[in-house]
């Protein structure tokens, strides 16, 4: 079992940054993949960017590219998305999740943490 905890959401003004920690504790955190999603009301849960094991691949979601950034510290157990010229439309409650064995499938998902980006 993996237990993973968001912080660092909060409320910024358009244009205005913040980054996200996800701590994570249990199953050996180095061998997991670790994945950033967000979830706007009424809307499904949208894939933002993804870290491999090792931190040597990342991936993001086209809406994030040139303005978030994935990475991790495996000696802290912690994955971070720094988070640059946020927009309204970023406005969501953001997840981490780790999966296992390089699959795409998320076994364990944090609780999430809101992240408002007023105009």
């Known amino acids: 079992q993996v237990q993973l905890v968001e912080s660092g959401g909060g409320l910024v003004q358009a244009g205005g940054s913040l980054r996200l920690s996800c701590a994570a504790s249990g199953r050996t955190f180095s061998g997991a993949d670790m994945g950033w999603f967000r979830q706007a009301p009424g809307k499904e849960r949208d894939f933002v960017a993804r870290?491999?094991?090792?931190?040597?691949?990342?991936y993001y979601a086209d809406s994030v590219k040139g303005r978030f950034t994935i990475s991790r510290d495996n000696a802290k157990n912690t994955v971070y998305l720094q988070m640059n010229s946020l927009k309204p439309e970023d406005t969501a409650v953001y997840y981490c999740?780790?999966?296992?064995?390089?699959?795409?499938?998320?076994?364990?998902w944090g609780q999430g943490t809101q992240v408002t980006v007023s105009s």
């Open positions: 999740a780790a999966t296992y064995g390089g699959t795409w499938t998320y076994a364990y």
């Open positions: 870290i491999t094991w090792s931190g040597g691949k990342t």
